[in-house]
C-alpha cells in the first residue's frame, strides 16, 4: 500500500468531521508507523524487531462499556438482552463530543476492508489516535490492492480516542469507557481504553449484524484447508486453541478468528492475526512464535527483560498477552482468504472440570445444542476472583459479538450442515486426569494427533461408544493416542469424584440451555446432556 502524508488532500477531513485536527495521515505504513510511535512514546522496538505497546488499566475488551444504538431500525432485529441499548440523543452527543476532543490532534486513518468475499465486504475507515493502533488494525483488517482515497467509502467509520473520557450522565453509558455501535448508521465510538481488540471485535459485531439477513453464517471460528480443496471450521472461545490448532503446517490457513460462509464457500474477514502469547513457545507453536520475531507485529502487554527480549512465560501484566501480525506472516496462509465450502466443524472447549472427551461426534442436533451453548472453563487465576474453574457459557461461541437472537445464527449454521453434510466435532483441549488444579491439560500432541484423523475421514470408521453423560460418540481407539485419554474417567484417580463432577457440569449445561429451550426444536432439545439417561 502507498503512503500518504499530513492532510491529504484526496480525502476531505470535515467528511469524517475531523477538520480541526491538527494533521490526519492516511494508510501510512510499518515503517512510519514504527517511528511515530516510538517518537510519541506509545511504544518500543524489541530485540527481535517487533513493536510492543502497553494498554494501561485495560489488558482486555470492556464488555459492559459496549452498547449499540436502539432505534426504528434497530429495534426489533436486536438480542436485547445480551446488548446494552444506546438512545441514538445520546449517542449523536457522544459522537460530537469525541470530534471536540480530536481537535488539534495528530490522527491516523487507514481505509482497509472487512471481509474477503467481494459480494459482502465491508469497507472500513479507522480513525485512530495512537499510531500503534494504526499498525494494529493495519495488521488485521484486509488491505486494498491499489487504494484510490478518493473513490474509498467507507460504510462503517471507527473513532478510536483512548484519551477521552466519558460522562456516564451526559452520554448514557456506565463509565468513562465506552464502545458505541450505531449499527444502522454505520459508526463505532470507542473512548477511554487503550486495548486495540476492540477495534476488531465492532467490525466483527457490525458484520454479525448486516450478513445474517443476507443467508450468510458470521461465525467466531479459524478455518483452515487441506491440500485437497477439504475446509475446516473451528469453533472455539478465547484460550480454546482456535487460533493454535489451524496453524497447521500441512493445511493452509485461511484465517485464526472470524469468518463468513456464504452461498460461495468461507471466507476470512480479517487479513491478519491476533494470538495469545502467554507461554508461547517455538516448540510448540513454532508458525506464531516466528511473527513475534519480525518487524511489523505488535506485541500487546508481552513483558520485555532488560534486553527487550519478550518474555512470553510473564503474565503479570495479564494473562491476556498478545500479537497482531498480517496473515501472510504465515508460511502457508491462503493468499485469497477463501476456502470451499466445509467438509468439517470442529467446536472446541477447555473443560477445566476434567469431565468431556478429547474428542466427540456430533449429531446434526448435538452441534446446534454445543453452537447455543459455547461451552468452556475459566481456571483459577486468570481473572481476578476465580479461585477455582468457573463455567462460561457463550451462545454461538462469541456471545459479545452477536447483536442478534443466537437461534437466527443457529438456525443457519444447521441449515448449512445438513445442505453440505458436514461432520462435526467437539474437541476438548482442556483438563484430563482431574480438574483444574489436579488433573494435567490435554497434550497438544494427543489433540493434533485427533484432529488430523477427524479431518482426513478416519475417525468415522473408528469404534464408537456413547459417552453416558453427554450422550455422543467417542472414539475408543485411535491410532498414535493413549487409549486411556479418549475415556476421561479411567483417567481419574477417584472414578466416584469424576461422577460427581460429570453430574455438576451436565447441571450447569442443562440450566443455561433453560433460555433457548422455547425456540428449538424437540430434537435440538433432546440433543441435551443427561437426557438419554433421565430417560433410562
Not at 109 to 120: E, M, P, S
Amino acid at each position: 500500500m502507498e503512503e500518504f502524508g499530513v492532510n491529504n488532500p484526496a480525502i476531505g477531513v470535515a467528511t469524517i468531521g475531523l477538520g480541526n485536527a491538527a494533521s490526519v495521515r492516511y494508510n501510512l505504513g510499518e515503517g512510519l508507523l514504527y517511528e511515530e510511535s516510538i517518537r510519541r512514546g506509545e511504544a518500543e522496538v524489541t530485540a527481535d524487531g517487533a513493536l510492543r505497546a502497553l494498554t494501561g488499566q485495560h489488558t482486555g475488551r470492556s464488555a459492559k462499556d459496549k452498547f449499540v444504538v436502539r432505534d426504528s431500525k434497530t429495534d426489533g432485529q436486536i438480542w436485547w438482552e445480551n446488548n446494552k441499548p444506546l438512545s441514538p440523543e445520546h449517542f449523536a452527543v457522544l459522537h460530537q463530543d469525541m470530534l471536540a476532543h480530536a481537535a488539534g490532534k495528530d490522527l491516523f486513518v487507514q481505509d482497509l476492508i472487512g471481509g474477503a468475499d467481494k459480494h459482502n465486504a465491508l469497507p472500513t475507515r479507522v480513525v485512530t489516535e495512537f499510531a500503534w493502533h494504526s499498525l494494529f488494525i493495519r495488521n488485521l483488517l484486509i488491505r486494498p490492492e491499489r487504494p484510490d482515497l478518493a473513490a474509498f467509502v467507507p460504510k462503517l467509520t471507527i473513532i478510536d480516542l483512548p484519551s477521552f473520557r466519558a460522562d456516564p450522565g451526559r452520554h448514557g453509558c456506565r463509565s468513562e469507557t465506552v464502545i458505541a455501535c450505531d449499527l444502522a448508521n454505520g459508526i463505532v465510538l470507542i473512548g477511554g481504553t487503550s486495548y486495540a481488540g476492540e477495534m476488531k471485535k465492532s467490525v466483527f459485531t457490525v458484520l454479525n449484524y448486516l450478513l445474517p439477513p443476507k443467508g450468510v453464517m458470521p461465525m467466531h471460528c479459524s478455518a483452515n484447508v487441506g491440500p485437497d480443496g477439504d475446509a475446516a471450521v473451528f469453533f472455539g472461545l478465547s484460550g480454546t486453541g482456535k487460533t493454535t490448532l489451524s496453524a497447521d503446517p500441512s493445511r493452509t490457513l485461511v484465517g485464526d478468528d472470524e469468518h463468513g460462509w456464504g452461498e460461495n464457500g468461507i471466507f476470512n474477514f480479517e487479513g491478519g492475526c491476533y494470538a495469545k502469547t502467554i507461554r508461547l513457545s517455538a516448540e510448540a507453536e513454532p508458525e506464531i512464535y516466528a511473527t513475534t520475531k519480525r518487524f511489523g507485529t505488535v506485541l500487546e502487554n508481552v513483558v520485555l527483560d532488560e534486553n527487550r527480549i519478550p518474555d512470553f512465560n510473564d503474565g503479570s501484566l495479564t494473562e491476556n498477552t498478545r500479537c497482531a501480525y498480517p496473515l501472510h506472516f504465515i508460511p502457508n496462509a491462503s493468499e485469497t482468504g477463501t476456502a470451499p465450502h466445509p467438509k468439517t466443524i470442529i467446536m472446541l472447549t477447555a473443560d477445566a472440570f476434567g469431565v468431556l472427551p478429547p474428542i466427540a461426534r456430533l449429531t446434526p442436533e448435538q452441534a446446534m445444542y454445543h453452537f447455543l451453548s459455547g461451552y468452556t472453563a475459566k481456571v483459577a487465576g486468570t481473572e481476578k476472583g476465580v479461585t477455582e474453574p468457573e463455567a462460561t457459557f457463550s451462545t454461538c461461541f462469541g456471545a459479545p459479538f452477536m447483536p442478534r437472537h443466537p437461534t437466527e445464527y443457529g438456525n443457519l449454521l444447521r441449515d448449512l450442515i445438513a445442505r453440505h453434510e458436514v461432520d462435526c466435532w467437539l474437541v476438548n483441549t482442556g483438563w484430563t486426569g482431574g480438574a483444574y488444579g489436579t488433573g494435567n491439560r490435554m497434550p497438544i500432541k494427543a489433540t493434533r494427533a485427533l484432529l488430523t484423523a477427524a479431518l482426513k475421514g478416519e475417525l468415522k470408521k473408528a469404534e464408537m461408544r456413547t459417552d453416558p453423560n453427554f450422550g455422543f460418540a467417542v472414539p475408543v481407539v485411535v491410532d498414535g493416542v493413549d487409549t486411556r485419554i479418549l475415556d476421561p474417567r479411567s483417567t481419574w484417580s477417584d472414578g466416584a469424584a469424576y461422577d460427581m463432577q460429570a453430574k455438576k457440569l451436565v447441571g450447569m449445561f442443562i440450566n443455561n440451555f433453560a433460555k433457548f429451550e422455547a425456540h428449538v426444536d424437540g430434537k435440538v432439545r433432546e440433543a441435551a446432556p443427561g437426557v438419554a439417561i433421565a430417560a433410562e
